[in-house]
């Protein structure tokens, strides 16, 4: 049975940096995409970026280009999304989701989310 765990979030100032994490069970990252999303309070899920080995790293949304970045650790099975230079508008419960291919609308496995909090 797959199982997506993220871990890392946290409370950060605004300015600071957070890495989240992605490990799944039962299935081996480096041969599947990796998406990242996230869930404002009171707004709908919005995807951020993914990545695979076919399509590279698509993103999104404009808005996280330059400050998020995603990263493989083939040895520990783990996808990484680095956050830098975070926003009160970043705050979100993120959720990472992984699949056969990139697909902002539908991946099949998802983690039970981390909150991430961006406040003074």
């Known amino acids: 049975q797959v199982q997506v765990v993220e871990s890392g979030g946290g409370l950060v100032q605004p300015g600071g940096s957070l890495r989240l994490s992605c490990a799944a069970s039962a299935l081996t990252l480096d041969l599947y995409a990796i998406g990242w999303f996230r869930q404002a309070p009171g707004k709908e899920r919005e995807g951020i970026l993914c990545n695979s080995k076919s399509q590279g790293t698509i993103y999104y949304k404009d808005s996280v280009k330059g400050r998020f970045t995603i990263s493989r650790d083939s040895a520990e099975n783990t996808v990484y999304l680095q956050l830098n230079s975070l926003k009160p508008e970043d705050t979100a419960v993120y959720y990472c989701?992984?699949?056969?291919?990139?697909?902002?609308?539908?991946?099949?496995?998802w983690g039970q989310g981390t909150q991430v909090t961006v406040s003074a």
């Open positions: 989701a992984t699949d056969i291919r990139c697909d902002v609308e539908s991946m099949a496995f």
